[in-house]
């Protein structure tokens, strides 16, 4: 076993203690699927000077956020790409200035796969470096710069690219606040609140931002992989920090994603878009086929309805379903995280087990179809419906594309329509399931004990971070994800916030992290 001697951190006293026993869902988690490793020695820190300069550098921290979210870095829309590499190099500007080291803007080539412009570039990934320490413990830190789409006419409260900051309710509103630019500055804001204080860094830091997550990391990949023994080599952890608590009071650490495997189906005939009244009936509609088609997919209790599927997923354990009661989370919670009572099932484990361990399809939207106001007596001549797949352990993305596209022709086959269609994958991520019981996230849990009083649940997410399985296998180290935010805060929806808490209390348990791992005495 790896063994350090612990560093006498200059602001930071050290009193060296037994970790206590884990909380109920680890204790669960270990009774159940996993054997229980020995719990070790960890160090009780002192931290009141380093969190209350975080606290003290409030206003440079907003005033981060506030220039970062304010580029609309929305790496969905080919439109928007200089902005999201004008997000890069404002990244790469504040990195310079908190005196980071090597800093590099990765090219990743022109961007593969169905888009408008062929010579469309990929965004940078920024990578950098601070400290190189042999005799301190390395740890990566990804987030990404980019952003889903936002547009005021959606339904927002304010401008989603202009940060507002909601004194009443004591949060920050912009998209990305959450999802990810608020959660990347708070590594940036760490750092510069032990720059301020003269303290030492307990670990060299390797920073990977990347600007096409939202869109399923395209690229990185290749990166990963060709600075697995360059870049990145000597890295001891990875921590991702793209995620969210699962309700909106009880920290949690993630151990578990599920991937997405994401699909277009292209439906053309006419030569051009048409008058209804002049076509219609004699005429075979792409919308018409395509509605048909999607309808084949899944039914209003979001089953899904291809052949095939059912049987790839893990079936549940007994020893799993004690899991679940366990978890700190109520159908109230659901229903206020999505602003309705909407929810399929009523049941906690039910609803867990639906987010996370089961997959489901949904359907985003479609390009080439009337969709403003009003009633335009149209026939679209060409559609794109867009759908994915949450993929769970045991499903091969490779056998469900084939489940899928073949599922499409034939449904699309049997309505004899003379049109075309084609079903593809845009693109796709490896779901990722982790032990929660090695260094890093012991390291987690004790920091936020630290800064929330409690132990954090142990939880797995719904949605994805296509990256994170890379990481774990190209640099053989463990990935621990440390959310931010809380589970209402609208990713990828209307009025995306942060609460300032969040804010304020995530950078401390970040902070925290790294000092609980750099002191741990494993890897
Ligand atoms: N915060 C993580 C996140 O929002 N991830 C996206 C990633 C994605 C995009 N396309 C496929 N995966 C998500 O939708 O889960
Ligand atoms: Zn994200
Ligand atoms: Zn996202």
């Known amino acids: 076993m790896f063994r350090r001697a612990v560093p006498i951190l200059k602001g930071i006293s050290l009193i060296r203690i037994t970790t206590r026993g884990f909380n109920e869902t680890r204790a669960a988690y270990t009774a159940t699927v996993k054997q229980p490793k020995q719990t070790k020695a960890m160090p009780e820190l002192n931290f009141g000077k380093l969190f209350e300069k975080i606290d003290e550098l409030r206003p440079q921290f907003i005033e981060r956020l506030s220039k970062a979210v304010a580029i609309p870095a929305v790496s969905a829309d080919e439109s928007l790409r200089p902005m999201v590499v004008k997000k890069a190099h404002f990244i790469k500007g504040e990195l310079e200035k908190l005196g980071f080291q090597d800093i590099q803007m990765k090219d990743l080539g022109v961007q593969p796969g169905p888009v408008e412009d062929p010579n469309l570039q990929l ?224 049941s906690k484990p039910d609803i867990l087990m639906h987010r996370w361990r089961y997959p489901s399809l949904s359907i985003h939207g479609l390009e080439g179809a009337f969709s403003t106001q009003g009633a335009k007596t149209v026939i679209p001549s060409k559609v794109v419906g867009k759908f994915s797949i949450r993929t769970v352990p045991d499903m091969e993305s490779a056998k469900l594309d084939k489940l899928v596209i073949d599922h499409c022709n034939k449904v699309f086959k049997s309505l004899g329509s003379p049109n075309k269609c084609k079903t593809e994958l845009i693109h796709d991520g490896s779901y990722w399931i982790s032990d929660p019981f090695n260094a890093s996230f012991t390291a987690a849990a004790k920091a936020t004990k630290a800064v929330y009083g409690v132990d954090p649940d142990f939880t797995r997410e719904g949605g994805s971070i296509p990256i994170t399985l890379t990481f774990e296998t190209q640099l053989k180290t463990n990935v621990m994800l440390l959310p931010m935010g809380r589970g209402d805060d609208g990713a990828h929806s209307i009025n995306e916030k942060l609460d300032l808490s969040n804010f304020f209390q995530g950078m401390k348990t970040m902070a925290a992290y790294l000092h609980y791992y750099a002191a741990s005495d494993e890897k």
């Open 123 to 346: 965004p940078p990934v920024v990578l950098a470096r601070y400290g190189s320490d042999p005799s301190k413990k390395t740890v990566l830190l990804y987030a990404h710069y980019d952003v889903q789409p936002a547009a005021i006419e959606d339904g927002w409260e304010s401008e989603p690219f202009k940060l507002v900051i909601d004194e009443d309710k004591q949060l920050m509103r912009a998209r990305g606040v959450t999802d990810d630019t608020g959660p990347l500055n708070g590594w940036l804001n760490v750092l510069e609140a032990h720059r301020e204080l003269g303290m030492d860094v307990p670990v060299n830091l390797v920073m990977c931002f990347e600007g096409m997550e939202e869109s399923g990391s395209i690229g990185l990949d290749k990166l990963i992989a060709d600075e697995a023994a360059n870049y990145f080599k000597g890295v001891d952890a990875v921590c991702i920090s793209d995620n969210y608590w699962l309700g909106t009071k009880k920290p949690v650490l993630t151990y578990g994603l599920r991937g997405c495997n994401y699909y277009q189906i292209t439906v053309e005939g006419p030569g051009a878009d048409l008058h209804s009244g002049i076509f219609g009936g004699v005429i075979a509609e792409p919308m018409i086929d395509l509605v048909k088609v999607f309808s084949s997919l899944v039914d209003s209790q979001g089953r899904i309805l291809i052949d095939g599927i059912d049987e790839m997923v893990a079936p549940v354990t007994e020893k799993e379903m004690a899991l679940y009661d366990k978890i700190d989370f109520t159908l109230e919670e659901m229903n206020a995280a999505s602003g309705s009572e909407t929810c399929i099932y009523d």
